[in-house]
């Protein structure tokens, strides 16, 4: 099978939609150190009451965190938290990312976060099929970080003031040469179960792809896309981590059955890439039949 070789590699461009400011402070935070002062360690949090602020959401804002703190002082956040708006619409949030420390300011940190959304509320059904990026900072006792919703899109379009600075990281390509799903409940439900190749071109990530992806099939129409995947190029093995949606097009004219906004993840050993270590990337792309991939990684760092 060579289907994904038809697939050209150029970048899929991307939107990104404003979707509010979340200020938070936390009421404790607790970091505890099972193994040492100088090894990893883990933190658990909750914040004092807070607000998210936005044109199309706003709100009462509490969340909870539970971020393993890396033996290099990195936090990896864990983010729960629970959005209340003025009108009684409730909606769930979970969020994770890194929290990266200022070099020579000790307690701040810069933040880059994604974040999935749930309600019932039906004037504010759209966010669940959102994926949104967070960029900001924890300064003193105070985090201020801006979300944006992503979306592939076919053309280039104007950015908005203040939104993630993204990097190309390169643009992956794949077929699945085996895919199995389960449906327990008819075709309203379902788990699947598959592997991947294809190849990485156009930026640092460049290389061979070989995946495994365990997607979730909602009652919605939603596939939640959950998946490890290696990129092995000429610096050695590169470990992503991927999740997010793939929902129906928004665009008719995008010869495409899906499209897909990630959020990922990476580990290597590379000298040359170790900045990976710490990236959240975002991806975006389609998936055209019969099942042939085109995601593009850009890294989400502060504007």
């Given at each position: 099978?060579?289907?994904?070789?038809?697939?050209?590699?150029?970048?899929?461009?991307?939107?990104?939609?404003?979707?509010?400011?979340?200020?938070?402070?936390?009421?404790?935070?607790?970091?505890?150190?099972?193994?040492?002062?100088?090894?990893?360690?883990?933190?658990?949090?909750?914040?004092?009451?807070?607000?998210?602020?936005?044109?199309?959401?706003?709100?009462?804002?509490?969340?909870?965190?539970?971020?393993?703190?890396?033996?290099?002082?990195?936090?990896?956040?864990?983010?729960?938290?629970?959005?209340?708006?003025?009108?009684?619409?409730?909606?769930?949030?979970?969020?994770?990312?890194?929290?990266?420390?200022?070099?020579?300011?000790?307690?701040n940190r810069n933040v880059t976060h994604w974040m999935r959304m749930w309600t019932g509320?039906?004037?504010?059904?759209?966010v669940n099929s959102a994926v949104a990026f967070g960029v900001g900072s924890f300064v003193?006792?105070?985090?201020?970080?801006?979300?944006?919703?992503?979306?592939?899109?076919?053309?280039?379009?104007?950015?908005?003031?203040?939104?993630?600075?993204?990097?190309?990281?390169?643009?992956?390509?794949?077929?699945?040469?085996?895919?199995?799903?389960?449906?327990?409940?008819?075709?309203?439900?379902?788990?699947?179960?598959?592997?991947?190749?294809?190849?990485?071109?156009?930026?640092?990530?460049?290389?061979?792809?070989?995946?495994?992806?365990?997607?979730?099939?909602?009652?919605?129409?939603?596939?939640?896309?959950?998946?490890?995947?290696?990129?092995?190029?000429?610096?050695?093995?590169?470990?992503?981590?991927?999740?997010?949606?793939?929902?129906?097009?928004?665009?008719?004219?995008?010869?495409?059955?899906?499209?897909?906004?990630?959020?990922?993840?990476?580990?290597?050993?590379?000298?040359?890439?170790?900045?990976?270590?710490?990236?959240?990337?975002?991806?975006?792309?389609?998936?055209?039949?019969?099942?042939?991939?085109?995601?593009?990684?850009?890294?989400?760092?502060?504007?």
């Amino acid at each position: 099978m060579s289907g994904y070789k038809d697939i050209g590699p150029e970048p899929v461009p991307v939107i990104l939609t404003p979707l509010f400011e979340a200020r938070w402070s936390y009421e404790e935070f607790e970091l505890v150190m099972p193994f040492g002062p100088d090894s990893e360690g883990q933190v658990y949090a909750f914040s004092k009451p807070a607000r998210v602020d936005g044109e199309r959401l706003s709100g009462a804002y509490r969340l909870t965190q539970f971020p393993r703190r890396r033996v290099d002082g990195v936090l990896l956040p864990d983010v729960h938290g629970f959005i209340e708006t003025q009108s009684g619409a409730q909606v769930a949030t979970r969020a994770g990312g890194y929290g990266l420390q200022v070099p020579g300011e000790p307690g701040n940190r810069n933040v880059t976060h994604w974040m999935r959304m749930w309600t019932g509320a039906q004037e504010l059904a759209w966010v669940n099929s959102a994926v949104a990026f967070g960029v900001g900072s924890f300064v003193g006792d105070e985090a201020r970080v801006r979300y944006y919703v992503a979306a592939p899109a076919e053309l280039p379009s104007q950015v908005p003031v203040g939104a993630p600075t993204l990097e190309l990281l390169g643009t992956a390509r794949w077929e699945y040469p085996k895919y199995d799903a389960v449906h327990q409940f008819g075709d309203r439900e379902g788990v699947g179960y598959a592997n991947s190749v294809g190849d990485v071109q156009g930026g640092i990530l460049a290389g061979r792809w070989r995946g495994w992806h365990y997607p979730t099939y909602l009652r919605n129409g939603l596939y939640q896309l959950d998946a490890h995947a290696e990129i092995r190029g000429a610096d050695g093995p590169i470990i992503n981590r991927h999740a997010g949606l793939a929902t129906t097009p928004a665009s008719p004219s995008v010869d495409a059955i899906y499209d897909v906004v990630q959020y990922a993840t990476f580990v290597t050993a590379a000298p040359r890439l170790k900045q990976l270590n710490s990236t959240l990337a975002m991806g975006v792309g389609f998936v055209r039949a019969p099942g042939l991939v085109r995601c593009s990684y850009y890294s989400v760092n502060a504007s």
